[in-house]
């Protein structure tokens, strides 16, 4: 089946720095990819949409100045968390799909960021 | 908004049948999907449901009632591998755009 990776898949990072993580289909081109964020024991939030060469549709009360995303080619998606916060703190899933009327959505193993 | 509920924690036995019930309300419906997740992973999908019935897959059925905005994920057989959480989860707009909106997961423990 289709891969999708993240990294890193952990990362510890101090207030007030920014952290990437990065998206990537290994063996299909993802013309849209979805970022989500995961608390302790709750389900997945979508945050946003990137669609290859255009700007992220952002979920309602997810703030894109914050939350900054770029989805330059069709294989890599890049989340970046700018001056992060304790609050910040989760796991945080991309998942990818083809073109087409496909309905499935391929997840990455997932990030988990703490901020200190 | 969107709405999905489903039970927040759910019990069973070696060998026994266990049913996770999800109901939802939403501005649209264009699929209704179930994943597993297993503690500091990433969901693996299940099942997909678009019409009314009951889709098996194995072990795994699942069921779709769009009148009553309802559907159930059946296991069978359980096996201690099936402990997990359970993700119900419904697209809410139109085909290729695939947006999925997720309830808060049920989390299953299957004891011998």
């Known amino acids: 089946g289709a891969v999708v990776s993240q990294h890193p898949s952990r990362v510890i990072c101090k207030s007030g720095t920014s952290v990437k993580i990065e998206c990537r289909s290994l063996?299909?081109?993802?013309?849209?990819m979805f970022w989500y964020r995961q608390f302790p024991k709750k389900s997945l939030m979508l945050m946003a949409t990137?669609?290859?060469?255009?700007?992220?549709?952002?979920e309602q009360g997810v703030e894109k100045d914050k939350f900054l995303i770029n989805h330059a080619s069709l294989t890599l998606s890049t989340l970046t968390v700018t001056s992060a916060h304790p609050e910040d703190s989760s796991f945080y899933i991309c998942?990818?799909?083809?073109?087409?009327?496909?309905?499935?959505?391929?997840f990455g193993p997932g990030t988990r960021l703490t901020v200190t | 908004g969107q709405n999905i509920d489903q039970p927040t924690e759910m019990t069973a036995t070696e060998g026994a049948i266990v049913q996770i019930n999800c109901t939802y309300q939403?501005?649209?419906?264009?699929?209704l999907f179930w994943y597993q997740q297993h503690a500091g992973e990433a969901p693996t999908f299940l099942s997909y449901?678009?019409?009314?019935g009951l889709e098996e897959k194995g072990r795994f059925s699942s069921f779709l009632s769009r009148s009553k905005g309802y559907s159930y994920l059946l296991l069978k057989e359980l096996q201690m591998k099936d402990s997990a959480s359970y993700l119900c989860?419904?697209?809410?707009?139109?085909?290729?755009?695939?947006?999925?909106?997720f309830g808060t997961g049920t989390r299953l423990t299957v004891i011998p």
């Open positions: 998942s990818a799909k083809t073109s087409g009327l496909t309905y499935e959505q391929y």
């Open positions: 063996d299909f081109q993802a013309t849209t």
């Open positions: 990137s669609n290859e060469g255009s700007k992220a549709t952002y």
């Open positions: 939403t501005s649209g419906f264009n699929g």
């Open positions: 449901n678009v019409l009314d």
């Open positions: 989860a419904v697209r809410d707009r139109p085909t290729g755009a695939n947006n999925l909106f």
